[in-house]
């Protein structure tokens, strides 16, 4: 199988750092999330007699056991992200989950239109039509598979699109995949999909994960391809780790001249895996969506491995 792509840091990116005390004032006081406290017991009839005089009299003090309190991880992220958030015009929604502990968080919970980042979708379900019917994707559709995620081809996209039965196709099978919160764009406009960042988070953790709806194979031929996309379309969620697979998407809409900038994928960043995804939307240019999606992606690893 094709190895993770692996490239150097991009200078000059900051790196957001959270302190339990920072996430406890961002959120207006609010306890939001602080490190896990070891429930602990201590007796104080080691200490010097005239200080467990002065505390206990002549009995034995023992502090009681405290529970471990209960991370918020959602506003953990929420916080982080404050630093991030744009303006009024362009909004963003971000999933992320670390992958050892299994603690995921959530930022945003709106639909946004998918661009190319359905093509794994797409892909996902051709898959799974294929394990059905006890077969292997033909020579074509192993080609049209390829473009589609590693050039992000959209004649191989239709296609495919055509392929699994298009909106009603794409939503059955996500049925399956445990997509709740996704609908296939109507007619040809696969690229209007609308789905959530919760939902992509979802699929990621199909592909990337163990579960039993899409087998090995299958699962490792998407990975595969999504550590290859062509060296232009190398941005996204790609700038929180030091190595990725990922797929993005980005779309100009007409109506508004605004872009709608998508990134999803799994980072390694510090010896610890991640899944990612960002959707945004409303953003002045292409430039400025990208920057948004790096910032988020960053921003949400940094947040949630600071709070495991």
Known sequence: MPSAHSRPRRGGRSRLCLSAAAVVLAAGGVYAAL?????????????PSSFASAVAGPSTLTVAESEEPTVDYDAVLA???KSVVPGADAKVSVAVLDVRSGKSATYGTGAFD?????????????????????????????????????????????????????????DAANKRLGLSGTTGGEGPRWGLTRTTAADQLTLLNVVFGSGPVLDASSRAYIKGLMGQVEADQQWGVSAA?????????????????????????HVTEG??????A?????????????SLVEAAATTAVTAIAGAV
């Open 35 to 47: 490190p896990a406290l070891e429930a602990s017991s201590r007796d104080v009839s080691s200490a």
């Open 79 to 81: 916080a982080a992200m």
């Open 114 to 170: 998918t661009a190319s980042i359905v093509k794994v979708d797409i892909l996902a379900a051709l898959l799974l039509g294929a394990q059905d019917d006890g077969r292997s994707l033909t020579a074509q559709e192993k080609s049209y598979a390829t473009s589609m995620i590693e050039n992000s081809s959209n004649a191989s996209a239709t296609a495919l699109w055509d392929a699994i039965g298009g909106a009603d196709g794409l």
């Open 241 to 265: 780790g030091s190595s990725w697979e990922l797929k993005n998407g980005w779309l100009p809409r007409s109506a508004t001249g605004l872009w709608d900038i998508n990134s999803i994928g």
């Open 271 to 276: 010896g610890r895996s991640y899944l990612l």
């Open 278 to 290: 960002v959707l945004s939307g409303g953003n002045a240019s292409q430039k400025a969506g990208i």
